[in-house]
């Protein structure tokens, strides 16, 4: 029998009653499929288990309606009618051999109680998170009372619903449990508040309740944050966070640390490299011997060998590595190594669950489409036409999706891109400040390409319409990116402003590609900002590197308010001020004269006048499509050149993010006939139906 450096990997461990087969384990994420998407939800946690993950878990499960999370989409067990669908769950889990693993919450005062119209619940009273303007009620005894009776109820259905693991929640910032334990939230004066003893007790007795009522038959797992960043604000991994593991050591069947809050526990490589809660998680086996597992959104099997056997971890815990890569351990088991999709650290998984829409992945086009349109993340078949030769245009991520699809899918692809490097935005963006792990949506598309002798690669080839008639290859794809505008036109302003003509102005792409260091420019680069994304910080953050002052102006209130829903807002505001980087928010370009910009203030219209030496304007782009419009200008040359279908995908279709352009292409690799004329989506009907 051949041995791999991995085979410590593949160890069963046991987890109190339940064994899992090796050391992969999905630790609890939420989807956005929840409980409104259960067919969904099943199908994507089912093609984990598929994938080789040991233990592939829920997200987080409401267990009473006062633990409302609307318009969240999370997990839902509130009586027995919620059981079948968490039953589909565990057993498209079950069915490939892994165990199933449920993650009861109670959220108090961080659940909203929007939809069931239930007081929320908090160990004091207390406002809720949500900016709602109702409270949660502090609780009283016979409140306790009742929670600890809902949970138990809870586990029970748990168990009925066929689930292996059962958990006992306290992370986060946001469930009771955790509430309690927290001196600045729980307030109490009673045997439940006050000594870290009396805080501990609701934690300490809901536990024991669960293994009471199914511990003789599931394993009882805790997921508890062991530090909050906040220093003696919070919890400390050196204090509280280990006096609580070592006062419940032998009490659950296994320990699932992280770090808390969720921006925290899910930092995006901008800000946080590969490992980043080990110093925070590394004391926890040393005060238990139950197994433990713990995340740091981890790719690297040599990593994971590193945990396992320096005594860090017992259990790979992965969320998002198990979203960009379900058959991650598959692929170590089978040494395909190379084969691995690594997670880029984007967080576009995240913004799924904020948005409360099905989640989607960077990397995994798949993602959330397992059900709906029953798509698997290692299979394409070509059964929708015979094979064919495609003409691929553009190595952006568009491109090389559609191109690497096509050739799994059995047809030959010509793919040519105009420049030098292969990637497109992503080849010229992961080369910005923080984004280099974005180079992974090129690098491993590139690689699946390079061993596929149907994939033919030409870079410095600029096409123009005659040159893809001349081809005469049937199907042509257009995936030739998009430009930022340099006139203003955006959010703020839908038509042209004067003003950008009347400054020096630099394209983005210039200042991504060495324009910013060139210019030659006195003064201040002001970086102005209607995007709202991590670009035009990622910009301000490059411009600074020059030495010269940065000013970043926005008509939004805050920086890069969309990072709010990739968990990035505060750090990224926080990072730009540490720079030194101006920030003006509230303001849009009114007037421009030479080296003066003139703003106003968007709610006033009050001027302000501030030096420019340089502008850079992150406002809206336009379509890469003139090949596009001269391709049909020429159709009647169309067939007698064999040119047969021309389809635009990605940003030259519509400018959208990395993630988008990633799916557009795979979605055409599956389709051929592309994203405009799309197949009917399964969609999860309530049946109305008179006999129901
Ligand atoms: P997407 O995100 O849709 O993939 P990108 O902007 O990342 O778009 O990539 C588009 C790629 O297309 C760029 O690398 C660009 O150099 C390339 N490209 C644009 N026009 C042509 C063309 N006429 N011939 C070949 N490649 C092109
Ligand atoms: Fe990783 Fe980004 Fe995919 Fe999330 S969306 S799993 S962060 S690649």
Sequence with gaps: MTTSPYDILFEPVKIGPKTTRNRFYQVPHCTGMGHRYPQAEAAHRGVKAEGGWGVVSTQETEIHPSSD??????????????????????????????????????????????????????????????????????????????????????????????????????????????????????????????SFENRLRLFREVLADTRDAVGDSCAIAVRLAVDELMGEAGLRHEVEGRDII?????????????????????????????????????????????????????????????????????????????????????????????????????????????????????????????WRRGWHPEVITGDKIASERFLIVGGGPAGMEAARGLVQAGHEVVLAEASDAWGGRVAIESA???????????????????????????????????????????????????????????????????????????????AMQGGLEQDDGTGPIVIYDDDGFYLGSVLAELAVQTGREVVFVTPEAVVAPWTENTLEQTRIQARLIQLGVTIIPLHEVAEGDGSTLELACVYSDARRQIPCATLVPLTSRVPNDALWSNLKEHEADWDAAGVTAVTRIGDCYCPSTIAAAVHAGHEFARTVTGAQIDPPRRGERVDLSPER
Excluded at 164 to 180: E, K, N, Q, R, S
Excluded at 485 to 505: Q, S, Y
């Design 432 to 510: 910005l400040p923080g984004l280099a792990e974005w180079g992974r949506v090129r690098d491993w598309r590139l690689w699946q390409l390079q061993q596929k002798d149907a994939a033919d690669l030409y870079l410095q080839s600029r096409l123009s319409s005659s040159d893809i008639l001349e081809y005469g290859i049937g199907q042509v794809v257009l995936a030739t990116g998009a430009s930022w505008r340099m006139d203003g036109v955006g959010r703020t302003h839908r038509l042209p402003v004067a003003a950008f003509g009347a400054l020096p102005v630099l394209s983005p792409e210039s």
């Design 69 to 194: 999370l609307t318009p969240a989409n999370e997990g839902r067990l509130w009586d027995d009618g919620d059981i079948p669908a968490l039953q589909l769950m565990a057993e498209a889990v079950q069915a490939h051999g892994s165990l199933a693993a449920i993650q009861l919450a109670h959220n108090g005062h961080h659940a909203t109680g929007r939809y069931s119209r239930q007081p929320t619940l908090a160990p004091s009273s207390t406002p809720s998170d949500w900016g709602d303007p109702w409270q949660a009620r502090g609780m009283d005894k016979a409140d306790i009372k009742a929670f600890r009776g809902w949970h138990v109820d809870a586990a029970k259905r748990a168990k009925r619903a066929g689930f292996d693991i059962i958990y006992v929640y306290a992370g986060h910032d946001m469930t009771l449990l955790m509430h309690f334990l927290l001196a600045r939230h729980n307030r109490r004066s009673d045997e439940y508040g006050g």
């Design 246 to 370: 070592e006062a419940l050591a032998e009490e659950p069947d296994l320990w699932d640390v992280n770090i808390s809050d969720w921006s925290n526990d899910s930092q995006t490589s901008r800000f946080a490299k590969e490992g980043y809660q080990e110093p925070y998680t590394a004391f926890v086996k040393s005060v238990t011997t139950k197994p433990v597992v713990g995340v740091g959104r981890y790719t690297s099997p040599d990593t994971m060998v590193r945990l396992v056997k320096s005594g860090h971890l017992d259990l790979i815990g992965a969320a998002r590595p198990s979203i960009a890569d379900p058959f991650l351990p598959n692929k170590i088991r089978e040494g395909r190594l190379e084969e691995i999709r690594e997670c880029i650290g984007c967080n576009i998984c995240v913004s799924g669950d904020n948005l409360m829409m099905p989640m989607r992945c960077t990397q995994n086009p798949t993602v959330g489409e397992e």
